[in-house]
């Protein structure tokens, strides 16, 4: 394995990985599977979707949440008719850059189709990236953590451990750059400028994407700043974890909220939608409108 570039400032693997998929169903026996699965559906057609762990590339990679298969669940929610909005449950430190692009692709689109409220026991880095374009986002406890708005890059040198070991390395290879972040070898200094550039790119599509989301300022938003008492205050984009306080001040989430008060105004962002899509569809037939279950 060479580089890896992941969001998460916590090691990979640390957590236990649980990721529920809904599938797209119109019976009895398809809502029983779906249940089965971790997909709760209420009478007003609202969805539970839980998303736990590392967000990965793809299924084994680094032992959590497949992107392709969340990328999946989201396009289904959001071409289901029944479903008239999701509470997207997630508990994740974050994860990989790669495949991520096309989730947050998928996520926008349903949020443009239907309601979405964030309901996170954790919601950070690459994780938080997915999350920030709901139409509200709330922790389930005062000390739940999000937030970590950064990107961290991280190369394994084996060559020393390998030296201790007597273990001697030939290579035959062709192409310059073919051995390019090897494990087998030190980075160059060409390597790490690279590896900078290419990390401070990814930082500023995070933030953008975060500040356009959330209507955030992006000046001074990776400082760190003294406040009053000389207690150091860490702009958003510093990289740093907040808790729910914290993280509500800087904008980042909108407070903390029982599953049942996230679900009551699902609700009611469901009905909002559903009157405006009301108010704005043509008269017909002696001035009565069309009434619909459903936004799409």
């Known amino acids: 394995m060479k580089n890896i570039s992941k969001f998460c400032n916590v090691p990979l693997l640390m957590s236990k990985v649980a990721a529920h998929h809904m599938t797209n169903c119109d019976d009895d026996d ?75 692709q998928a996520l926008k689109k349903l949020i443009a189709a239907k309601p979405v409220i964030v309901l996170a026991d954790q919601l950070a880095s690459g994780a938080y990236w997915l999350g920030c374009h709901a139409d509200k986002i709330y922790m389930t406890d005062p000390y739940a953590f999000s937030g970590s708005v950064g990107v961290v890059r991280i190369h394994f040198d084996y060559s020393k451990q390998l030296e201790q070991d007597g273990v001697g390395v030939q290579v035959i290879a062709s192409g310059d750059r073919k051995l390019s972040g090897s494990t087998l070898f030190p980075l160059t200094e060409q390597e790490m400028s690279e590896g900078r550039s290419e990390s401070l790119e990814i930082y500023a599509n995070f933030k953008n994407s975060v500040a356009q989301a959330r209507g955030l300022d992006l000046n001074n938003a990776d400082n760190t700043l003294e ?10 984009a510093s990289g740093n974890l907040f808790n729910a306080s914290q993280a509500q001040s800087h904008g980042l989430i909108d407070g903390v909220s029982s599953k049942a008060a996230a679900i009551a105004e699902l609700s ?17 037939n002696n001035n009565v409108k069309l009434r619909i279950n459903y936004v799409n």
Do not use: H
Not at 86 to 98: A, K, N, R, T, Y
Not at 227 to 236: D, E, L, Q, S, Y
Not at 270 to 279: F, N, W
């Open 30 to 104: 398809c809502d029983k599977e779906a249940e089965e699965r971790g997909v709760e559906r209420s009478g007003e057609g609202i969805v539970e979707y839980q998303l736990e762990g590392i967000l990965c590339y793809t299924d084994g990679y680094c032992g959590g949440i497949s992107y392709k298969e969340i990328t999946q669940t989201l396009d289904m929610l959001a071409n289901d008719r029944t479903v008239t909005g999701v509470l997207l449950c997630i508990d994740s430190p974050g994860g990989m850059v790669q495949g991520l692009a096309e989730t947050e």
């Open 227 to 236: 406040a009053a008492g000389n207690v150091i205050k860490f702009g958003w």
């Open 268 to 284: 009611l962002l469901v009905r909002e939608r559903q009157q405006v899509a009301l108010d704005t569809m043509p008269v017909v």
